[in-house]
């Protein structure tokens, strides 16, 4: 089967050509003040389309070209010793503290003017803060989570037993507990009011976003397989868009969708859930994709064109996301629902024996079921149906699994790795500041990707 590859421009054209005929999905993501959210054996998908469900034929052995992979990996930048706080510089550097220090000192000036009769004795105790002491603030904050302690001034005890001696010798309390509290990352006098088109909710840590996201993708070019899912940072104060995910180990929390190199876990990209009623348009990407596929869009784009591998799960996968991808040298593989618009019925009809699979294709998709102890289906545009030998525990002979599985099974836990790294040593203490707890959560991040 022969396939082609478009410029950019070429593909954009196409793009915008096939909008106007195109179904559009009405799926949306679920949001409230503790937002369920789950998914849907549909996702809200209209019945399948005749130009999906034709042109599905045996696929003989016969896959998609696969386009060379052409971006070089690693560090981009030159670190001169191979310390580890180097690497962290790269992520932490200067100009996000003098940012967080810049704020934070606005932040108190204006508090303290608005309070002068009830503040006055914390007036004349309060000298502004500088880059050094902020990063002594944010190296005990993270030191909190490995030694563990009933309460912050816990860590401040004179008891010779209970005393933890790196606390008071780098820091009074009293200053401490000034300075978290008046930790600021945006000035509130410039907040767009909530009616106002221009408003973003995540406007109070959007500075420290947009640095961080900067960083991380400028400091590091990932390897060929890479993956997008979802990850909860804990958090059970009260917040809009807020979710509740049972799968999840914290159940409720602000929802991070990350795009993650495959073997290491390095995030890349991240986008923060605001919740259903926020507007996400990235470029290029076409309407009839649907709305939870634009997340995915709108993490890879800047990625296309270099052959790049995309691993995904049922949530995100579809056949108009993947062929569009397609169009842009960017490949894609992922687990489906059996009923997902265009997915061809005749694979999901009947029981099938234990080890047993089947497959069709439509042009450069693969769409296959395998069935093992409960059926798997599977879209594709890196492989065909070819099988490999996997050994089984119990059994003698190994057992002949499709490729697309048994890779899929490898390179898609590139986000759940990142999350298991982070997990021990991620900050929990209890905080109605959402944006504070954000803030130490991206400096896990940033200090697990150095």
């Known amino acids: 089967m022969s396939s082609c590859f ?86 932490m550097s200067d100009d996000v503290f003098e940012m967080v220090v810049e704020q934070t000192n606005l932040f108190t000036n204006q508090y303290l003017d608005a309070h002068q009769d009830s503040s006055r004795h914390r007036r004349n105790k309060w000298h502004p803060t500088d880059v050094i002491e902020l990063k002594k603030i944010w190296a005990l904050t993270l030191v909190m989570e490995i030694v563990k302690k009933p309460s912050i001034r816990s860590y401040w005890h004179k008891n010779p037993i209970l005393a933890t001696p790196l606390f008071p010798r780098v820091m009074k309390r009293e200053r401490y507990e000034n300075l978290m509290r008046f930790l600021h990352f945006n000035d509130n006098a410039l907040c767009p009011p909530r009616n ?72 890349w990209a991240f986008r923060i859930y605001k919740g259903k009623d926020s507007h996400l348009d990235p470029p290029g990407c076409p ?77 450069e998709v693969l769409a296959l079921r395998f069935t093992d102890k409960k059926d798997v289906y ?30 899929y099974s490898k390179f898609m836990g590139g986000v759940d790795l990142a999350d298991q790294c982070i997990q021990p040593y991620l900050v929990n203490r209890k905080t109605r500041a959402w944006y504070k707890k954000i803030a130490i959560y991206l400096t896990e991040i940033a200090i697990f990707n150095a």
């Open 196 to 267: 106002d088109p221009m408003h973003d909710r995540l406007y109070k840590i959007r500075p420290l976003i947009s640095l961080m996201s900067a960083k991380f993708t400028d400091n590091y070019v990932p390897d060929q397989n890479i993956s997008v899912d979802e990850s909860l940072m804990k958090f059970k104060g009260r917040l809009l868009f807020k979710q509740y995910i049972p799968s999840k180990r914290s159940r409720y929390g602000v929802k991070f969708y990350k795009l993650c190199e495959s073997t290491t876990g390095y995030t």
């Open 378 to 407: 599977m879209l594709s545009t890196v492989h065909d149906e070819s099988t490999v030998p996997v050994p089984v525990r119990g059994r003698t002979e190994p057992l002949e699994k499709p490729k697309c599985i048994v890779e």
């Open 6 to 91: 478009y410029s950019p421009e070429e593909a954009y054209e196409i793009l915008a050509a096939s909008e106007s005929d195109a179904l559009a999905d009405s799926d949306t993501l679920t949001a409230s003040d503790i937002e369920p959210c789950s998914e849907p054996s549909s996702d809200g998908d209209p019945p399948p389309s005749g130009r999906h469900e034709s042109n599905w034929v045996p696929p003989n052995m016969a896959a998609p070209e696969i386009p060379p992979f052409i971006a070089t990996p690693g560090i981009t930048v030159r670190v001169e010793d191979c310390e580890p706080v180097s690497f962290l510089n790269l992520f």
């Open 287 to 363: 309407d009839c994709i649907g709305t939870s596929r634009k997340i995915v869009w709108d993490l890879v784009y800047p990625l296309f064109n270099k052959g790049y591998h995309l691993w995904v799960d049922n949530y995100y996968t579809s056949i108009d996301l993947f062929k569009n991808l397609y169009c842009f040298e960017t490949l894609a593989c992922g687990t489906v629902q059996k009923n997902r618009r265009g997915f061809r019925q005749i694979l999901t009809a009947g029981k099938r024996s234990r080890g047993s699979s089947s497959s069709l294709r439509q042009e």
